[in-house]
């Protein structure tokens, strides 16, 4: 049982370039998520997905496309690098969204580091 | 507007010795609350999650407890390892949206 993985570990992009983040996950989580992280602030969402063929706008989704064919992979779609998009990126997941019923655990990724020059 | 904010930003203890951590929040209407612990590049690792109904929670060394009324909730670790050198990360889950809200979290060193 691997948990959530992410790739690649490390990217540098130039402005304008296109690039997927991957994250996948072995534990049949319905709810997938991407998170951003930026010195000095708390984990800002960027895209979410309920189940497979649904997903919706987080906080930040600007910039980014995700899509979810699969229970298992929810990639992460850099349309055009932007040096505001330099951070750390993180992929999580759970077995069910929304708060009515007891709190599921939310599983992170590893992260990955991404530089935009 | 739905915030958590922690306290200190950052801490030094020397290992053995107990700390704890401080979280408020402005959430409404409130749904849970979790500590996840955060090492230098590595993913959040959830440490505690408490809802409405819980006033405190422990997970080894480490115990939370939650005043809903103050809307406060704090993280107590007992003697410190230096493994416990991490940022410590309070998030909070609003019922109505059911968004987690992110603290910007308090960076713990632990020095033998």
């Known amino acids: 049982n691997a948990g959530v993985t992410q790739t690649p570990k490390f990217q540098v992009l130039k402005t304008g370039q296109s690039m997927t983040l991957q994250c996948a996950q072995d534990?049949?989580?319905?709810?997938m998520s991407w998170y951003r992280q930026d010195p000095g602030m708390g984990l800002r969402l960027i895209h979410y997905?309920?189940?497979?063929?649904?997903?919706d706008q987080g906080e930040v989704p600007n910039g980014y496309n995700v899509s979810r064919s699969t229970t298992e992979d929810f990639p992460l779609r850099l349309l055009s690098a932007a040096p505001s998009q330099t951070s750390v990126y993180f992929c999580?997941?759970?077995?069910?969204?929304?708060?009515?019923?007891?709190?599921?655990?939310?599983?992170f990724g590893p992260g990955t580091r991404l530089t935009v020059t | 507007k739905n915030q958590v904010e922690q306290s200190p930003q950052s801490l030094i203890i020397l290992e053995g010795k107990n700390c704890t951590l401080q979280?408020?929040?402005?959430?409404?209407?409130?749904?849970?609350l979790r500590w996840y612990k955060q090492d230098t590049g590595r993913g959040p690792v959830s440490l505690t999650i408490?809802?409405?109904?819980?006033n405190t929670k422990s997970n080894g060394r480490y115990t939370a407890t939650l005043d809903a009324d103050t809307k406060q909730s704090s993280l107590h670790i007992t003697a410190s390892q230096l493994s416990d050198s991490a940022s410590y990360i309070c998030?909070?889950?609003?019922?109505?949206?059911?968004?987690?809200?992110f603290g910007t979290g308090t960076r713990l060193q632990v020095f033998p």
């Open positions: 999580a997941s759970s077995y069910v969204y929304g708060s009515q019923g007891p709190p599921y655990e939310q599983y």
């Open positions: 534990m049949n989580h319905e709810y």
């Open positions: 997905s309920v189940g497979a063929g649904i997903t």
């Open positions: 979280c408020n929040y402005t959430v409404s209407p409130f749904s849970n």
């Open positions: 408490m809802t409405f109904s819980e």
């Open positions: 998030v909070v889950s609003a019922r109505n949206t059911d968004k987690l809200i």
